[in-house]
């Protein structure tokens, strides 16, 4: 029976279907409003793991959750990242781990979600430039103070992790992963072996080939959608994986929320594991 929950840095339990809240951007198509009612919806529907960062609208991402959600449900865990700064002029963002830098965000996300602690902090990227013992030292330093909770790394290697262990007590690692892209395969393993939470970002990838082929059919045979099949594979892949899918849209949250109820047979199960299996890994990593 695959477990609907997991304690996150052994503390922080939560349904391990999670939310991403980076789409919930308002512009000329969706409003506020609109957005704050995803938000509040994912919560009612269950959701107790919501995933946002600095880099999210430089923080207006925060600020929302933090005007849908504020006060928070007792079981709820907002977790931020921290890591990168804008850009001149702007564009995606600059990957920044300078400690002066890193305090200030963790100050600043407080500061928006009206929190005293952040209990789950991700470190987005690490700098390359900064001394990998000088960002995590950071993190850790504001853990004692009381100002963290647990910490966490995104889009790392397996090297990178094993350092930071080395630095820190490692409660979670947000790379990007679904059925049809598996670069970071060999991190969820050192996840899985260590009981690390894995989140995937991006959890539900537009499928390709035989894959997509083999998706469809098992949703036609358990009466969902492509999404929710990905999703389900993901929750059936590894009890350490808590998928964070993300929409603007009440009724796709409401279908990715619907996925952890799906079950696989074993002959479903091998059948997209094999197509996954076939699957053109892509080479990038971010």
Not at 127 to 156: F, M, N, Y
Not at 168 to 188: C, F, G, K, T
Not at 210 to 219: K, P, S
Request: proline residues 6%.
């Amino acid at each position: 029976m695959t477990s609907t929950t997991f304690r996150i840095g052994d503390e922080l339990t939560v349904r391990r279907l999670g939310f991403g809240a980076m789409r919930l951007r308002p512009d000329e198509t969706v409003g506020r409003e609109a957005c704050v009612a995803v938000a509040r919806r994912a919560v009612e529907l269950g959701v107790t793991l919501i995933d946002t960062a600095h880099l999210y609208g430089w923080g207006a991402n925060e600020e929302l959750l933090a005007e849908a959600l504020h006060p928070y449900p007792d079981d709820l865990l907002i977790a931020t990242k921290v890591g990168v700064a804008p850009a001149d002029p702007p564009q995606d963002g600059v990957i920044c781990g300078r400690p002066e830098f890193l305090r200030d965000q963790v100050e600043q996300g407080l500061r928006r979600l009206r929190l005293d602690r952040l209990d789950l902090l991700q470190l987005h990227r690490i700098d390359p430039t900064v001394p990998l013992a000088d960002q995590l030292g950071t993190l850790r330093e504001l853990q004692v103070q009381g100002k963290i909770g647990h910490i966490g790394l995104s889009e790392v290697t397996v090297d990178e992790l094993a350092q930071a262990r080395q630095i820190i007590d490692v409660a979670s690692v947000q790379n990007r992963y679904s059925m049809v892209d598996r670069e970071h395969e060999p991190v969820l393993d050192a996840c899985a072996t260590a009981g690390i939470a894995f989140l995937p970002w991006r959890p539900v990838h537009p499928a390709v080939s035989a894959t997509a082929t083999e998706i469809t059919a098992v949703a036609a045979e358990l009466g969902a959608t492509a999404a929710q099949v990905s999703l389900a594979w993901l929750l059936d892949r590894s009890p350490v994986i808590l998928p964070i899918p993300g929409t603007r849209s009440i009724r796709h949250l409401e279908e990715n929320v619907a996925a952890a109820g799906l079950r696989l047979t074993d002959d479903q199960r091998l059948r997209l594991t094999t197509a996954a299996s076939s699957a053109p890994t892509r080479p990038r990593r971010g």
